[in-house]
């Protein structure tokens, strides 16, 4: 993450850590724009993307695959 934050063509890219681990100050601290802990529902995954894009003021769509729209509901 280190290389994409330092690279000028790519920083603005934001990244999302999502893993098992809680260690969300050391994935901020690396340039992460959010960090979820597994497990978690894949709409809070979307919620925080779309924050992410609306508060940039950019304009988006996400895709999620079915499997885990299906899931979703559960």
Excluded: W
């Amino acid at each position: 993450m280190r290389e994409l934050k330092g690279s000028a063509d790519l920083n603005e890219i934001p990244v999302f850590v999502s893993t098992a681990l809680d260690e969300r100050e050391k994935g901020i601290s690396l340039g992460a724009k959010d960090y979820l802990v597994k497990p978690y529902k894949p709409s809070q995954l979307s919620k925080v993307i779309m924050y992410t894009l609306l508060s940039n003021g950019k304009q988006g769509h996400i895709l999620v695959p079915q499997a885990f729209h299906e899931e979703s509901k559960c």
